[in-house]
Protein backbone atom coordinates (compact mmCIF):
# COMPACT_ATOMS: atom_id res chain seq x y z
CA UNK A 1 0.00 0.00 0.00
CA UNK A 2 1.36 3.29 -0.81
CA UNK A 3 0.96 4.54 2.54
CA UNK A 4 3.00 1.82 4.25
CA UNK A 5 5.79 2.80 1.54
CA UNK A 6 5.52 6.11 2.88
CA UNK A 7 6.02 5.66 6.33
CA UNK A 8 8.54 3.45 5.30
CA UNK A 9 10.60 5.87 3.70
CA UNK A 10 10.34 8.75 5.91
CA UNK A 11 13.64 9.68 7.69
CA UNK A 12 15.13 12.58 10.31
CA UNK A 13 15.48 15.72 9.27
CA UNK A 14 19.05 15.84 11.68
CA UNK A 15 21.10 13.28 11.94
CA UNK A 16 21.02 12.07 15.96
CA UNK A 17 23.39 10.52 17.70
CA UNK A 18 22.63 6.86 17.81
CA UNK A 19 24.42 3.60 15.91
CA UNK A 20 24.82 4.55 12.18
CA UNK A 21 22.32 2.26 11.05
CA UNK A 22 19.28 3.98 12.83
CA UNK A 23 20.95 7.51 12.77
CA UNK A 24 18.14 8.56 9.97
CA UNK A 25 15.24 5.84 10.72
CA UNK A 26 12.34 7.49 12.40
CA UNK A 27 11.33 5.11 15.78
CA UNK A 28 8.38 2.54 14.84
CA UNK A 29 6.38 4.50 17.45
CA UNK A 30 7.02 7.88 15.71
CA UNK A 31 5.74 5.95 12.55
CA UNK A 32 2.74 4.81 14.20
CA UNK A 33 1.64 8.00 15.95
CA UNK A 34 1.54 9.60 12.28
CA UNK A 35 -0.55 6.63 10.97
CA UNK A 36 -2.91 7.48 13.86
CA UNK A 37 -3.18 11.42 12.96
CA UNK A 38 -3.84 10.45 9.42
CA UNK A 39 -6.61 7.87 10.20
CA UNK A 40 -8.52 10.67 12.66
CA UNK A 41 -8.24 13.06 10.09
CA UNK A 42 -10.30 10.89 7.47
CA UNK A 43 -12.54 10.17 10.30
CA UNK A 44 -13.19 13.75 10.73
CA UNK A 45 -13.09 14.23 6.88
CA UNK A 46 -15.56 11.59 6.35
CA UNK A 47 -17.68 12.84 9.73
CA UNK A 48 -17.78 16.61 7.97
CA UNK A 49 -18.89 14.70 4.62
CA UNK A 50 -15.22 16.09 2.94
CA UNK A 51 -14.59 12.03 2.16
CA UNK A 52 -16.79 9.48 1.51
CA UNK A 53 -15.47 6.03 2.35
CA UNK A 54 -15.88 3.26 0.13
CA UNK A 55 -17.77 0.37 2.21
CA UNK A 56 -17.81 2.49 5.34
CA UNK A 57 -13.84 1.34 5.69
CA UNK A 58 -11.21 4.14 6.86
CA UNK A 59 -8.30 3.49 4.43
CA UNK A 60 -5.72 4.34 6.96
CA UNK A 61 -7.30 1.53 8.71
CA UNK A 62 -5.74 -1.12 6.77
CA UNK A 63 -2.54 0.14 7.23
CA UNK A 64 -0.17 -2.01 9.16
CA UNK A 65 2.79 -0.57 11.24
CA UNK A 66 3.78 -1.51 14.77
CA UNK A 67 4.93 0.53 17.67
CA UNK A 68 7.19 -1.91 19.17
CA UNK A 69 10.70 -0.64 20.64
CA UNK A 70 13.80 -0.73 18.74
CA UNK A 71 16.22 -0.80 21.57
CA UNK A 72 15.68 -0.67 25.51
CA UNK A 73 15.87 2.19 27.24
CA UNK A 74 18.51 3.04 29.85
CA UNK A 75 17.64 2.83 33.40
CA UNK A 76 19.42 4.14 35.94
CA UNK A 77 19.32 2.72 39.50
CA UNK A 78 18.73 5.08 42.53
CA UNK A 79 22.25 5.01 43.40
CA UNK A 80 23.46 6.03 39.82
CA UNK A 81 21.35 8.60 39.63
CA UNK A 82 22.24 9.83 43.27
CA UNK A 83 26.29 9.76 42.46
CA UNK A 84 25.27 11.80 39.25
CA UNK A 85 23.96 14.29 41.49
CA UNK A 86 26.63 14.52 43.83
CA UNK A 87 28.60 15.02 41.19
CA UNK A 88 26.96 18.17 40.04
CA UNK A 89 28.43 21.63 41.94
CA UNK A 90 26.04 24.32 40.38
CA UNK A 91 22.97 24.19 42.26
CA UNK A 92 20.78 24.96 39.19
CA UNK A 93 21.93 22.22 37.03
CA UNK A 94 21.40 19.94 40.19
CA UNK A 95 17.90 20.79 40.56
CA UNK A 96 17.72 20.51 36.80
CA UNK A 97 18.91 17.01 36.74
CA UNK A 98 16.55 15.78 40.23
CA UNK A 99 13.75 17.28 38.22
CA UNK A 100 14.65 14.85 35.28
CA UNK A 101 15.38 11.99 36.84
CA UNK A 102 12.10 11.87 39.35
CA UNK A 103 9.60 13.17 36.55
CA UNK A 104 10.86 10.52 33.67
CA UNK A 105 11.66 13.21 31.66
CA UNK A 106 13.60 11.90 28.29
CA UNK A 107 16.81 13.04 27.39
CA UNK A 108 15.42 14.84 24.22
CA UNK A 109 13.06 16.66 26.78
CA UNK A 110 15.57 17.97 29.49
Not at 42 to 70: D, M
Amino acid sequence: MAVEKWLRSLRKLEPSTTAPEKQDKLAPATKAKLRNQMSCVFRRAARNGLYHPREGVNPISLVGQGSKRVSEPDILTLAEIRSIIDAIEPPAIKLMVIVAATTALRRSEA
